[in-house]
């Protein structure tokens, strides 16, 4: 996996209970995006290939798993916030909210 020093500083850096999210978040989009890079863009994690689909933000009380393009995601349990047509994102607070099936498919819509 091609992992960014400058983005595994970021994750090292947030708070510990973030950690386990942050870098499992990390491991399932390498995981399933191929030809995938990372990189601080606007103060949090991008990731490309080549064009921006998704982000990770560490908060102050969950992680934010953004979307870019959320129009390709089928959502029929509305998990996406946000009002914006461009970005939308799931909160995360526990590593127990990941949900790995639904993520992965997200992951492949939003980076084809």
């Not at 996406?80 to 607070?93: A, D, Q, S």
Request: proline share 4%; hydrophobic share 35%.
């Amino acid at each position: 996996m091609n992992y960014s020093k400058a983005v595994s500083d970021y994750i090292n850096f947030a708070p510990s209970d973030q950690f386990e999210i942050l870098e499992t978040l990390r491991k399932l989009i390498h995981t399933n995006v191929k030809n995938v890079s990372e990189a601080i863009k606007w103060n949090m994690p991008v990731f490309s290939n080549p064009k921006n689909f998704c982000y990770l933000q560490s908060t102050k009380n969950h992680v934010t798993f953004g979307f870019y393009n959320p129009e390709r995601i089928n959502d029929p349990a509305n998990l996406l916030e946000g009002t914006g047509k461009v970005m939308k994102h799931v909160k995360i607070k526990s590593k127990d909210e990941i949900n790995t099936e639904l993520f992965s498919k997200w992951l492949k819509i939003v980076s084809s």
